[in-house]
């Protein structure tokens, strides 16, 4: 979970958009920061990371699919292909964008789990400290 | 995309074969806008917007993008812009996902304050309950001291044991009341008055003072008990609060049981106002019909702005205990909902399904079951918050009376 996070911060950093932004606040980050190169790089060590780190499907979903934008960000930067680099760096920004939702998701889960075991176990002291009758 | 990156993804196989298929293809052959349009037409996609408008807008912006291009034959570019819009609207999507969550934990963590309201007022309980029985075996003991002396024939002995006696009766049930003699004993008035009658006894019977020469004692002893009641008073802020309480909630059920359709009883959790047939069967959403019950309980939780309410689903025994536990936590939501709605402070308003865990009746009778299909509004027994203990009125071995 936490190396999930920092997957993601970190190269929501290398595209300059605040990983802890609200999702409104994401809409208008414009792409600067690390080289093209650099942030290719990043993604697909990133993708790899989470591919091998979660258990969660959507969230394994969206890494692959992190792996093939860093692909063909590749290609396109081999190419020189300026129009195709563009349309893959807003398509690798919108991804990063649906990870940190899928994150952040995944962490109110794990926290209203341990909200329900905690109220289970307070029920069952109760329980204890005053046995209901036999109806 | 390779085989080796393919083979780490744990999600679903249908997935990595759609993926697998539109990587090994280059991607969709036609610019697919319809995936976007369906999410956008489904049920939830109302909340989306409303929850989240600057992602939806973008979302919708690259969708007309997808459109145009598509229709213009550019097909990267639509291609583009219809993946764009996908991805903005899943995130979207989850971040309401997200926030149902949130909702859901804040709902908990309520439920858990109040439940351990209930463990601290329970083992205040169970405390008191093991200091009453203490007290009444010392009672005890006290009384068969008494019943001896009456074998002396002293005059205290019968005011004595009949003092005794009436106060473990009246505390027989009553743990509060029981702990409030400890304050007559520990100030040893019953024990003095006890004593000094068996000496009195004594010297009575060696001859070396005469009889009934103490007889005023028990007189004294009792005008000092009263003077200790009095005086004990602030100490005893907790058994206040227990009465203060039980008159708030008397008050709340002599209102409630004039309510139509509804049950109303006093227990140690607080008052319970039961309603049944809220629910047709197999609902969650109240029946229009039975609102104005609903709102005649709000009505009545207004009017006691002090007391929190927690309201309890049950239903009677199915086949899928677990079903029947969701069944009984939305129909109590709901209930809880209908309260909030007709102005009922959502801060004092908690909801908890119990399944069929709590029958009132027989099950194996079909009114047993109606019966045992019911939603229960408990106006909470505020928990006791002690003071810090003022310092004792009495010194030891002092004059009591002073």
């Keep these: 979970m936490v190396r999930t996070s920092l997957c993601v911060a970190a190269l929501s950093a290398s595209l300059c958009m605040p990983a802890k932004a609200s999702a409104q606040d994401d809409a208008n980050a414009e792409p600067e920061g690390l080289p093209f190169a650099a942030q290719l790089l990043e993604a697909t060590a990133r993708g790899h990371r989470l591919l091998a780190a979660t258990p969660e499907a959507e969230v394994g979903a969206a890494a692959l699919e992190l792996l093939r934008l860093a692909d063909e960000g590749q290609l396109a930067r081999a190419r020189a292909d300026d129009a195709e680099t563009e349309r893959v760096r807003t398509a690798l920004r919108a991804q990063l964008r649906l990870l940190e939702a899928l994150e952040s998701r995944a962490e109110a889960a794990e926290r209203v789990a341990q909200a329900e075991r905690a109220l289970i176990q307070a029920r069952r002291d109760l329980d204890a400290l005053s046995p209901r009758p036999s109806p | ?402």
């Design chain 2, 1 to 402: 995309m390779t085989w080796r990156r393919l083979s780490r993804f744990r999600g679903p196989a249908w997935a990595s074969l759609l993926i697998f298929g539109a990587a090994c293809s280059g991607g969709p052959r036609l610019v697919d806008v319809g995936a976007y349009e369906r999410a956008r037409a489904a049920p939830t996609a109302v909340e989306v917007a409303r929850r989240y408008p600057k992602l939806s807008a973008e979302a919708d912006a690259h969708h007309a993008v997808a459109v145009t291009a598509a229709r213009a034959g550019q097909v990267a570019e639509a291609r583009h812009a219809a993946r764009l819009a996908r991805t903005t609207w899943a995130a979207a999507e989850v971040y309401v996902d997200r926030r149902g969550f949130r909702a859901r934990l804040a709902e908990l963590q309520n439920q858990q304050r109040l439940v351990e309201e209930e463990i601290s007022a329970a083992r205040t309980r169970k405390r008191d309950a093991a200091r009453a029985e203490e007290l009444k075996a010392r009672l005890h003991a006290l009384i068969a001291r008494a019943t001896a002396l009456k074998a002396t024939q002293h005059p205290a002995a019968d005011l004595l044991t009949t003092a005794l006696t009436d106060l473990v009766r009246a505390a027989e049930f009553d743990a509060a009341r029981l702990i409030q003699t400890d304050e007559l004993q520990a100030r040893t008035t019953f024990e003095a008055a006890l004593a000094w009658a068996e000496a009195d006894a004594a010297a009575s019977r060696s001859g070396s003072a005469p009889g009934r020469v103490l007889s005023p004692l028990p007189e004294r002893a009792r005008a000092e008990a009263r003077a200790l009641l009095t005086l004990a008073e602030p100490r005893w802020a907790e058994d206040n609060h227990l009465a203060a309480t039980n008159r708030a909630l008397a008050e709340v059920l002599r209102e409630a049981v004039a309510l139509p359709e509804a049950e109303a009883t006093l227990e140690g959790r607080g008052l319970v106002v039961t309603l049944r047939a809220l629910f047709r069967d197999g609902e969650t959403t109240l029946n229009p019909e039975r609102l104005a019950s609903v709102r005649l309980v709000a009505s009545l939780a207004q009017r006691h702005p002090d007391l929190r309410v927690r309201v309890e689903g049950h239903t009677d025994p199915r086949k899928d205990a677990a079903a029947a536990m969701q069944l009984t936590d939305d129909r109590a939501r709901s209930a809880a909902d209908a309260l909030v709605a007709a102005g009922v402070d959502p801060g004092r308003v908690a909801s908890v399904g119990r399944g069929a865990d709590q029958p009132v009746a027989d099950n194996e009778t079909r009114d047993g079951r109606v019966r045992n299909r019911r939603v229960e509004f408990v106006f909470l027994r505020p928990a006791f918050t002690p003071k810090a203990e003022p310092k004792s009125a009495f010194s030891p071995g002092g004059d009591p009376a002073r």
